[in-house]
Structure formats: structure tokens, C-alpha cells
């Protein structure tokens, strides 16, 4: 599967993004999608899983209660909506296609596909 991730830009400290994440081919709704970002000079890191279905999630603890991840398998799209954006949340933020059907393998970085990332810019 190829995935486009897309929505980042420039945005005040307190705001809001929506980041989509198109996919294409037939497995996607087969797989657990997930988030993960990287701050300059920074590892990547995980932020948010989605099972295959979308009935679990997870979070990492620096972004539970302000971020959500959703999917819409009919589009073949996973969303990061980002509320309450800190300046510490300024990364190059990453799509991944999960290797099994339930967010641990996200979490566990247990991956088949990365798309490309975009820029989240939080500023004061």
C-alpha cells in the first residue's frame, strides 16, 4: 500500500489541524493504521493507533485527550485531528500501515508501509 499523508502547515499554539492520510490499494482496511512524528534532532516516536475497524485506539501519553484517530475505510483514509497544539508538538508527522489488524503492531512498530511525512510548525 502507498500512503500520502497530508495538512500540515503553520498554526498557533492552542489551535487545531486535521492531518488525512490517503491510501491506496485494496489491504488498508485489512490493517491497523497509525501516527508517528519526528522532532528535529529528535527519534520518531509514536502518537496514535487505529485498530482496522476503528473500534480501538491508542495514544501515546503526551497527546491523549488532544489528539484523535479515526478512519474511513470506505475512503481508505486515516485522520489525526490535532486540538490543543503545543510548540512541542512541532514535528515532521508520519502515517504507517500497522502488519496486523489490532493498534499494537503500531504501537510496536511492527510495520509494512510509512508514507511520507508533513510538517506540523506550532508557533507562540
Known amino acids: 500500500v502507498q500512503l500520502q499523508a497530508s495538512g500540515g502547515g503553520l498554526v498557533q499554539a492552542g489551535g487545531s489541524l486535521r492531518l488525512p492520510c490517503a491510501a491506496s490499494?485494496?489491504?488498508?482496511?485489512?490493517?491497523?493504521m497509525g501516527w508517528f512524528r519526528q522532532a528535529p534532532g529528535k527519534e520518531r516516536e509514536f502518537v496514535a493507533a487505529?485498530?482496522?475497524?476503528?473500534?480501538?485506539?491508542y495514544y501515546s501519553d503526551f497527546v491523549k485527550g488532544r489528539f484523535t484517530i479515526s478512519r474511513d475505510n470506505a475512503k481508505n483514509t486515516v485522520y489525526l485531528q490535532m486540538n490543543s497544539l503545543k510548540l512541542e508538538d512541532t514535528a515532521v508527522y508520519y502515517c504507517?500501515?500497522?502488519?496486523?489488524?489490532?493498534?499494537?503492531?503500531?504501537?510496536?512498530?511492527?510495520?509494512?508501509?510509512w508514507g511520507q511525512g508533513t510538517q506540523v510548525t506550532v508557533s507562540s
Open positions: 504507517a500501515q500497522g502488519a496486523a489488524n489490532t493498534p499494537s503492531s503500531v504501537v510496536a512498530s511492527k510495520l509494512r508501509s
Open positions: 490499494g485494496r489491504t488498508f482496511s485489512s490493517y491497523a
Open positions: 487505529i485498530s482496522w475497524s476503528g473500534s480501538s485506539t
